[in-house]
């Protein structure tokens, strides 16, 4: 299954690994991770989202081990994905509001949890956005496909999909 938490991290050196190698040795494989350094907690905390496969079962285990090294976890297995599909936008991304386009994909049980930008030096040259986005069934994968195809069709992008990675 595919789960997304989010921990409290401070900031120290050594924090996000601590974090992060217990994820490892429950045989979990990290799909994304996102450090919010801007955003501090009212404890005076980093947020840090990790979304990750672990095999049903092992994340008890995990949580556990999380907290006896004194790793706050803020929210885990909010949503279970067991589904996820890269793809390719090509087009005026940036003009075309990214932050919309990536609202009107993440529906009930769909989450974008990776994405990349590449921008050329001149603005009227098209960009590229690789998404991976996750979902919790494959309707949900195919309904998030078919907001994301109305969007293209309104924005004038080119989605490519799926791509290995």
Do not use: W, Y
């Amino acid at each position: 299954m595919i789960v997304t938490m989010t921990l409290e991290l401070s900031d120290e050196p050594g924090e996000l690994l601590k974090a992060l190698s217990p994820i490892s040795e429950h045989g979990g494989n990290i799909v994304s991770v996102t450090h919010q350094r801007g955003n501090v907690t009212p404890r005076g905390t980093l947020p840090v989202e990790i979304t990750f496969e672990i095999v049903e079962g092992r994340h008890e285990d995990l949580i556990e081990d999380l907290r006896s090294k004194g790793v706050r976890i803020a929210q885990f297995g909010e949503e279970k994905f067991h589904e996820s599909v890269t793809l390719v936008l090509v087009g005026h991304i940036i003009r075309g509001d990214i932050t919309d386009t990536i609202e009107s994909i993440e529906i009930d049980g769909v989450k974008v949890v990776d994405f990349s930008l590449a921008i050329p030096d001149d603005p009227e040259k098209t960009s590229s956005a690789r998404l991976t986005v996750n979902a919790t069934s494959d309707e949900k994968i195919d309904e998030a496909m078919d907001h994301l195809d109305e969007i293209c069709e309104r924005k004038d992008l080119l989605k490519m999909e799926p791509i290995g990675v």
